[in-house]
């Protein structure tokens, strides 16, 4: 595992060595952003230059590599311009699943409203749903590891539709499992907490997909 701390601050300077003034952002997200990252988990980089082309991904890619585990980063790469072009709902949540290790995000973000906000959430809680039931056909079909993955994406779908409900309810976003874990009721808790030992894959697409049915069922279709 790599430590960001110093990690980060490596990566960013190597970056900044081979794009110069093109880089305008360097931020983490997922896991290690959250302190939850195991030995399997990806570096989930957002690397925003002033304009990407496909040579650009081939140095970032060998910029990257030379770093120590580097083979693990992945994530979120865009030219500047088409960014501030982006769909705004998918931003939200993508924002507040951010630290910024060089400069600032938002300047570079588009304008997001309240709608944009709400369909964002919607959005996720019905990517839930529709995970959740087709782990729901599958799941007899799946061997060991494929389960434990699929039990896995489940858990971080969940997380992502919940932080956006939370959201929603009091305006502050759980940007930590933790705090979502407060701010949960008892059983969103309880899926909050469930791992591979403790909850079958069936039970868990089956409590994923009755939580969010109900969410879509409840949450207004527009502000």
């Not at 705090?179 to 591979?196: I, P, S, T, V």
Request: net charge negative.
């Amino acid at each position: 595992m790599i430590d960001p701390a110093t990690w980060m601050p490596a990566a960013v300077e190597a970056l900044q060595q081979s794009f110069g003034p093109r880089l305008r952002f360097v931020g983490l997200q997922g896991s290690y952003r959250r302190g939850e990252a195991s030995e399997t988990s990806d570096i989930d980089l957002c690397v925003i230059l002033d304009q990407l082309e496909g040579a650009d991904l081939v140095t970032l890619r060998a910029v990257l590599g030379a770093l120590p585990e580097g083979e693990k980063a992945a994530g979120f790469v865009a030219g500047a311009r088409e960014l501030a072009a982006w769909p705004a709902f998918e931003l939200f949540a993508f924002a507040q699943d951010m630290d910024a290790w060089y400069s600032e995000l938002a300047p570079l973000l588009p304008p997001i409203t309240k709608a944009d906000i709400l369909l964002g959430v919607r959005t996720a809680v019905a990517a839930l749903y529709h995970e959740a039931a087709q782990t729901l056909m599958t799941a007899n079909a799946l061997d060991g590891e494929a389960a434990a993955n699929a039990l896995h994406s489940l858990r971080k779908s969940f997380l992502r539709a919940l932080q956006g409900v939370l959201y929603l309810k009091n305006g502050e976003f759980p940007r930590e499992r933790a705090e979502a874990l407060r701010r949960a009721h008892a059983e969103e808790a309880e899926l909050l907490r469930m791992d591979g030992a403790a909850l079958p894959l069936r039970d868990m697409a089956a409590a994923c997909l009755a939580w969010s049915g109900g969410r879509l069922l409840e949450l207004p279709g527009q502000c």
